[in-house]
């Protein structure tokens, strides 16, 4: 499948979104809302969830499957809010012990002119720095689409899995058409030069799994993931300095040229 | 610090000036982009590059170095560190290739040490000129290099930030850096010791949303475009005509995301008198 046709697949409405994985690899989930600053973000979705018998942080980024449901979450763009509401809980999870699993599906953070005034770019740099920092362990799952920083702000984990056609890319391939090709129909030549596909970012280092699609909503394919989650959160909290590994495993990309 | 005034009414010149920094260099006449004056350039020159309007014309990353540190203290570091292609994308290697020879430099921030009224500092600036001070792997590299050794070496930093962004061209690398900064300047943080980022005209996208908006004290310079997404993008998202002064500096004092804005021609009195204001006296 060409690099376009898997953005076309990671954008279906028909896809999983967060809420289906939180409610099937989850055995209770309780949501939490706001940022207690200004307001609750529905594009971001967050609460406690149990994972076997461990507690977890889960945050999603949720797109909504119906028109009143894509309405009602902004089609999964975030505003400064939603990042706040994400931050307010991790920093939860850090103080009860709590790992933090969260999962990933934006086409990039709410362009709005309120958004704007209200510290987009504030919102993600504080999320990016207070993550690096979490004592707990964190995993990243990018179940659709990763657009940017709206992506990355929840995505400085410990391990970042990615779905099999999720894609995770620095700019939407239509927008890198329109300002590199000037024509935004170009999309699909952007899309393969961005190297925006899973297999891309695992040979990039930025993955570190490629979650199989094969039975995708079923609760075999939840079961799985679920297990893997619970696997890997284990291993992971069995190492000490996870800030200190985190930090180096985002030092680590790219050195420039010396 | 006190509040200082303008008069000048910024708009946005991120989208006017189509996204291209203007060179400054010859002898020519020069209209001031706001009041549409023309002068000679010594005019604007002997004024630190601003028109009597109040309008800031961007400067050059050594520009403005030599504007901010004690004469002769600037000493570069990681000047070896340049930008490669990580991801053969097409055209890049030519683009990159004309961003150092219209720049002169070989990425898009220049980092060292330098002394502003003989307190020491860890010193970037950004630079308009290649490719519009877009953040790839190098410029990421060079920054968190920065950080990394003026924690190590108990150093503030003072950082000049204009930018179009993560680049393109090095697409999830590029994404990266913005996670690779922000750690960086963390740790630089646990260890008590100051970070001043001063927002230049224009700072927008990935910058914003990583070191740009992690500094200590945050200063901008008067009628600078500060933001994430790029206003005409906002625009067409929202269908809605953009507020007077949406994304400038003083729209960003006014919501409370920067500290101060200073002029020009007062910033190196700002940076010192904040520099001796972080002395540890406990």
């Not at chain 1, 799952?141 to 920083?149: A, D, N, R």
């Not at chain 2, 009224?117 to 290099?145: Q, V, Y």
Request: net charge neutral; charged share 25%; aromatic share 8%.
């Amino acid at each position: 499948m060409d690099a376009y046709s898997r953005v076309r697949t990671a954008r279906q409405t028909a896809r999983p979104t967060a809420y289906d994985y939180i409610s099937s690899c989850f055995s209770s989930f309780m949501e939490l809302h706001g940022d207690r600053c200004y307001g609750d973000d529905r594009a971001i979705i967050g609460g406690i969830a149990m994972l076997d018998d461990m507690p977890v942080t889960a945050i999603g980024i949720e797109k909504g499957h119906t028109a009143a449901e894509r309405v009602e979450h902004s089609f999964g763009s975030p505003e400064p809010e939603g990042y706040r509401k994400a931050l307010r809980l991790m920093r939860q999870a850090a103080k009860f012990r709590r790992p933090v699993i969260t999962f990933v599906d934006t086409a990039g953070a709410y362009c709005g002119i309120g958004a704007e005034e209200r510290g987009q770019g504030a919102a993600i740099a504080e999320s990016l720095m207070e993550m690096m920092e979490l004592p707990v362990p964190a995993i990243a799952v990018l179940i659709g689409e990763g657009g940017s920083g709206g992506a990355l702000a929840l995505a400085v984990a410990d391990r970042v899995w990615m779905l099999e056609n999720a894609v995770y890319s620095v700019i939407s391939p239509e927008g890198c058409a329109s300002i590199l090709y000037k024509d935004p129909a170009m999309a699909d030549i952007a899309a393969e030069n961005l190297r925006l596909t899973a297999a891309d970012a695992l040979s990039l280092g930025v993955c570190e799994r490629v979650i199989s699609e094969e039975g995708i909503g079923t609760d075999a394919f939840y079961g799985r993931l679920a297990a893997e989650l619970a696997g890997e959160i284990r291993r992971l909290a069995a190492e000490d300095d996870l800030p200190g590994r985190r930090y180096k495993r985002f030092r680590a990309f790219g050195s420039g040229d010396e | 610090m006190r509040e200082i005034r303008f008069p000048y009414q910024p708009h946005n010149r991120l989208e006017a000036e189509g996204r291209t920094a203007e060179p400054l260099h010859g002898e020519a006449e020069k209209t001031c982009p706001n009041c549409h004056v023309t002068m000679k350039e010594g005019f604007f020159r002997s004024r630190g590059w601003t028109c009597s309007c109040g309008y800031h014309f961007r400067l050059g990353a050594r520009q403005r170095i030599a504007m901010i540190a004690d004469k002769g203290s600037f000493q570069e570091l990681f000047e070896g560190i340049g930008c490669r292609d990580p991801l053969a994308f097409p055209g890049y290697g030519e683009k990159a290739a004309k961003a150092r020879a219209v720049s002169g430099e070989r990425e898009s921030v220049i980092t060292g040490t330098a002394c502003i009224d003989g307190m020491p500092c860890a010193l970037f600036a950004m630079e308009a000129g290649f490719m519009m001070g877009s953040m790839g792997t190098a410029c990421g590299e060079k920054i968190a290099r920065l950080f990394e050794y003026a924690a190590g070496s108990g150093l503030p930093v003072i950082g000049f930030t204009v930018s179009g962004g993560a680049r393109m061209q090095e697409g999830l690398l590029s994404l990266m850096q913005m996670a690779k900064t922000s750690g960086a300047v963390r740790r630089h943080s646990r260890q008590g010791l100051l970070y001043i980022a001063v927002l230049t005209d224009p700072t927008t996208g990935g910058v914003t949303a990583s070191f740009a908006m992690e500094g200590d004290i945050i200063l901008a310079e008067p009628g600078a475009t500060i933001g994430f997404a790029g206003a005409r993008v906002v625009a067409q998202t929202t269908r809605q005509p953009l507020p007077k002064g949406f994304q400038s500096a003083e729209s960003l004092l006014e919501h409370g995301f920067i500290d101060a804005i200073v002029p020009r021609a007062m910033m190196r009195k700002a940076l010192s008198s904040l520099l001796a204001m972080h002395r540890r006296v406990i």
